[in-house]
Every structure is written in structure tokens, then in C-alpha cells.
């Protein structure tokens, strides 16, 4: 179960330290192509709309990764 501390601690601001920044930076790349690929690609229609946000959660989710766990 959680706690409060833990919710709390999601929204806290916490700023990338600078050896953060590189990795953070090609994963933020990474995201980028695959979402241009899958815009240029598919059809603008509901499930397109989905698996650019499922790119854009996995980029954030990875980037907390390295700031919180690092």
C-alpha cells in the first residue's frame, strides 16, 4: 500500500543532475523519432492519438527513472 510521503514524493520538482543530462537527452531523441515515425506513418485517428501519448509516457517514465533512481 502507499503512503502519503510516497505520493507526495511523485510530484516533488527535482532538477537532473548534469552527468543526467546526456542519457536523458537520447532517450528524449529516441522518443522523438519513433513518435515522427509513427505520425508520419499511420492515419491521424484515435489509436494514432494513443501511441504517440504511450511514446511521450514512456520518455517521461524513463527520465524519472534516471533522476529518481540514479
Request: aromatic residues 4%; charged residues 30%.
Amino acid at each position: 500500500m502507499l503512503t502519503r510521503a510516497e505520493v507526495e514524493s511523485w510530484f516533488a520538482l527535482r532538477t537532473a543532475r548534469l552527468d543526467q543530462l546526456e542519457r536523458i537527452k537520447a532517450i528524449r531523441e529516441a522518443g522523438k523519432a519513433l513518435a515522427l515515425a509513427i505520425f508520419e506513418r499511420t492515419p491521424g485517428c484515435a489509436d494514432q492519438s494513443a501511441a504517440l501519448r504511450q511514446v511521450r509516457e514512456a520518455v517521461m517514465t524513463a527520465e524519472e527513472a534516471i533522476v529518481l533512481h540514479d
